[in-house]
């Protein structure tokens, strides 16, 4: 993991923009990894918790992601996360871009980590993983996906992104928490 961070520091493929101040995946007790956008100016980066804000607060996006967990006897704190831009974005138009750049970075790093399930947050980071175009996220959220990595193959289940800005961050994502408990306790 230490060749990858290194990587990522070094990595100017997007131009100078600021990276994470991290390793850049944050470890739970779980094996279950929930891969976001990329990193918020103002978000774990500053705080060093994944969903928490400089304050230490949790963030809305979290507390809805903390309660679908919940359905899994699971918390934020027993996640892995990791993000699939490794750069602070401040353009979202330039959010596909750099993902693709970060493509190889970040497959190594999924790779090489210990998880045995991915949750992608929302459209670009299900397009990331599974390598296509999405025009509908509801065709993909729930779905089960077995993608390799190169040494490994994992399983991947989309998601709807939990901000609660996002109409379905609650309700759209319940079943498919419930499905995820299940595979868990299996």
Not at 76 to 88: Q, V
Not at 100 to 119: G, R, S
Not at 138 to 166: C, M, Q, W
Not at 173 to 182: A, C, D, L
Request: hydrophobic share 35%; aromatic share 6%; net charge positive.
């Amino acid at each position: 993991m230490e060749n990858i961070v290194k990587e990522i520091q070094e990595c100017r493929k997007c131009g100078d923009l600021p990276k994470l101040a991290c390793d850049s995946i944050k470890f739970g007790k779980s094996r279950v990894l929930v891969l976001g956008e990329s990193p918020a100016k103002d978000g774990w980066i500053q705080s060093g918790r994944a969903f928490f804000n400089s304050s230490g607060k949790l963030q809305a996006t979290g507390k809805v992601l903390n309660e679908l967990l919940g359905t899994c006897g699971l918390s934020i704190d027993d996640i892995n996360f990791t993000e699939c831009c490794k750069c602070i974005i401040s353009d979202r138009k330039s959010l596909r871009k750099c993902m693709a750049n970060c493509k190889p970075i970040l497959f190594a790093q999924l790779d090489a980590f210990d998880c045995d399930i991915i949750l992608p947050m929302g459209q670009f980071p299900t397009e990331v993983i599974l390598g296509e175009k999405i025009n509908k996220l509801k065709d993909f959220v729930g779905r089960e996906f077995l993608v390799d990595f190169g040494k490994t193959k994992k399983l991947v289940i989309p998601i709807y992104h939990t901000s609660p800005a996002n109409p379905l961050c609650r309700k759209g994502n319940i079943p498919i928490f419930e499905k995820i408990s299940k595979i868990i306790n299996q």
